[in-house]
């Protein structure tokens, strides 16, 4: 099945700096979603992007599905940011595989 | 906003009880998902459901089964519950035709004794 890889796996910034997440996977892929868990569990949809650039406030995300890798950019990082951030990709077979995600932690 | 409202969010039972885990969204989605989450394996699709009354097995549905009498639920059984089913349980809904984003529940914290 395809290889979901995710990096760092772990995160530690300063409030206010900046960052960024990779998704590396191993098979083309025709759905890609981002994904932040707060640290009461629950996952919250960043993006759907299975290719280009997209922009959402301090957020945003670029697909290269050709180089079969995500990126994740956080800027001016904020305590609320902490928490574990997933990508997940679909091959078409109506499923998505996730990552094993990045822990990030912005301490004040 | 999506509103997907998982009925329980702690939970504990004893080996060989039956469960139910019960899943309702109100954005009147086609699509249903059930996945469980455990530290170093990430989330794992048990169920899924495209449509009402139907189902397909997902990744590891060994132990599981399903229930989509209505549109806006989707039902989780543990027809005997065991300590390895020791669980985050997710419920995620999606629109229309796959793929599409899917949203999660905040979901369901089982415990099995």
């Known amino acids: 099945g395809i290889q979901v890889e995710q990096s760092p796996p772990d995160l530690i910034l300063q409030e206010g700096a900046n960052s960024t997440l990779r998704c590396n996977f191993s098979?083309?892929?025709?759905?890609l979603q981002w994904f932040h868990q707060n640290p009461w569990g629950q996952l919250i949809n960043l993006f759907y992007i299975p290719s280009g650039t997209k922009q959402n406030g301090r957020l945003s995300a670029t697909t290269v599905a050709t180089e079969r890798y995500s990126l994740l950019y956080i800027s001016s990082s904020q305590t609320t940011d902490s928490g574990v951030y997933f990508c997940a990709v679909d091959t078409g077979a109506n499923n998505l595989f996730f990552g094993t995600g990045t822990r990030l932690t912005v301490i004040p | 906003d999506v509103k997907v409202t998982q009925s329980s969010r702690y939970l504990v039972k004893r080996t060989g009880e039956k469960v139910f885990l019960e899943c309702v969204q109100d954005m009147d989605h086609e699509n249903m998902f059930w996945y469980r989450q455990d530290p170093g394996l990430g989330l794992r699709l048990i169920y899924f459901s495209y449509d009402v009354k139907m189902k397909e097995k997902g990744d590891i549905p060994e132990g599981y089964s399903v229930s989509r009498e209505k549109k806006e639920r989707f039902s989780l059984i543990l027809e005997s519950a065991s300590t390895n089913q020791t669980s985050m349980y997710l419920c995620?809904?999606?629109?229309?035709?796959?793929?599409?984003?899917?949203?999660f529940g905040s979901g369901t914290q089982l415990s099995v004794l």
């Open positions: 098979d083309s892929v025709n759905n």
């Open positions: 995620a809904s999606s629109f229309g035709d796959w793929p599409e984003k899917l949203f």
